[in-house]
């Protein structure tokens, strides 16, 4: 069941998951609606404070709703973005979210060194749900 993160609840999302630091992405999929939303789902390998199984790895989907802006770029030879090993952040934006996991090291204090990092996207609701 998809549960959604409101802005007063961004540290405290964020910290059942541990940052999301050391996460695996294994998909990214933006679907287009008939009344022409987008919606983002990333599914992604991580750790989650509330599972006791599996040493608390477990699947996680975030679904970013009405995306208005959606940046990709995984052109490094060293290291992918599969891998986030820094963390993913999330942005009150007022009345948008931004969500970063491009593998910045810092979280963007700001739009535009949110529209810097390598991968993020900007929406305006944020949700989640476990899959194990």
Not at 66 to 85: N, T, W
Not at 117 to 125: D, F, K, V
Request: with cysteine; net charge negative; proline share 2%.
């Amino acid at each position: 069941m998809k549960q959604h993160v409101k802005p007063a609840e961004i540290a405290p999302f964020l910290n059942r998951f541990y940052n999301f630091c050391d996460t695996v992405i294994e998909s990214i999929q933006l679907a287009f609606s008939d009344n022409a939303t987008r919606e983002l789902k990333i599914i992604l390998k991580t750790r989650d404070a509330e599972c006791i199984k599996n040493e608390g790895w477990t699947r996680v989907v975030l679904c970013l709703n009405d995306v208005s802006e959606l940046k990709l770029i995984d052109h490094r030879k060293q290291a992918s973005l599969q891998v986030i090993s820094h963390g993913i952040y999330v942005l009150d934006l007022n009345e948008n979210l931004g969500l970063e996991f491009g593998g910045g090291t810092t979280e963007p204090e700001s739009l535009e060194e949110l529209r810097s990092s390598q991968a993020y996207a900007i929406g305006g609701t944020l949700a989640f749900e476990t899959l194990e």
